[in-house]
T-cell receptor, first 114, second 114 residues
Framework: DTEVTQTPKHLVMGMTNKKSLKCEQH?????MYWYKQKAKKPPELMFV???????INESVPSRFSPECPNSSLLNLHLHALQPEDSALYLC?????????????FGPGTRLTVL | AQSVTQLDSQVPVFEEAPVELRCNYS??????LFWYVQYPNQGLQLLLK??????LVESINGFEAEFNKSQTSFHLRKPSVHISDTAEYFC????????????FGTGTRLLVSP
């Protein structure tokens, strides 16, 4: 199984809502990532978890809160988002958090903030 | 800081024609180089990667890329494209010094027409 799954595929939320994005992998990978991708732009790294511990936070606003409940799951909790947060949110995983290792990407959650 | 330049935002070609997508990177240390492809409404898929060894790397679907250290380039080529190759192509670099943080180029949209 070389698949990273993400739910939901689409999400529309208001600025006062609280929602969560979910990501799952069963490849035994120990590094997991959240990226944000705006239309016609490259993915931008948001967070890196290595061995279930937050290793990188790329100065992401606190209205985005990541969580790694176990080695297979990665969540992104959303609260009080702004319209400019609308984007495709991609999850990825790799065997370990070392340079040169392939990152496997999920299909993404397309988020629209009204 | 590392950076990746993809000068061509869009490359239109006819089916069965050859294509080259350009990628240049800036880094003073050893690097790992990747090409990812993103089909519409999907996540990113690894196309090929250079880690070390032979400077010419190939993918299973006919793409190849050549690492040129003196020109700091990693151009992607295919001798004969198909309609199904229409997608966004991202070049990415990771530093060869420990933890992996992928830096993506701005992407090149390959448009193959009949």
């Amino acid at each position: 199984d070389t698949e990273v799954t993400q739910t939901p595929k689409h999400l529309v939320m208001g600025m006062t809502n609280k929602k969560s994005l979910k990501c799952e992998q069963h490849m035994g990978h120990r590094a997991m990532y959240w990226y944000k991708q705006k239309a016609k732009k490259p993915p931008e790294l948001m967070f890196v978890y290595s061995y279930e511990k937050l290793s990188i936070n790329e100065s992401v606003p606190s209205r985005f809160s990541p969580e790694c409940p176990n080695s297979s799951l990665l969540n992104l909790h959303l609260h009080a988002l702004q319209p400019e947060d609308s984007a495709l949110y991609l999850c990825a995983s790799s065997q370990d958090w070392l340079a040169g290792l392939e990152q496997f990407f999920g299909p993404g959650t397309r988020l629209t903030v009204l | 800081a590392q950076s990746v330049t993809q000068l061509d935002s869009q490359v239109p070609v006819f089916e069965e024609a050859p294509v080259e997508l350009r990628c240049n990177y800036s880094s003073s240390v050893s690097v790992y180089l990747f090409w990812y492809v993103q089909y519409p409404n999907q996540g990113l898929q690894l196309l090929l990667k250079y880690l070390s060894g032979s400077t010419l790397v190939e993918s299973i679907n006919g793409f190849e890329a050549e690492f040129n250290k003196s020109q700091t380039s990693f151009h992607l080529r295919k001798p004969s494209v198909h309609i199904s190759d229409t997608a966004e192509y991202f070049c990415a670099v990771a530093s060869g010094t420990g933890f992996q943080k992928l830096v993506f180029g701005t992407g090149t949209r390959l448009l193959v027409s009949p």
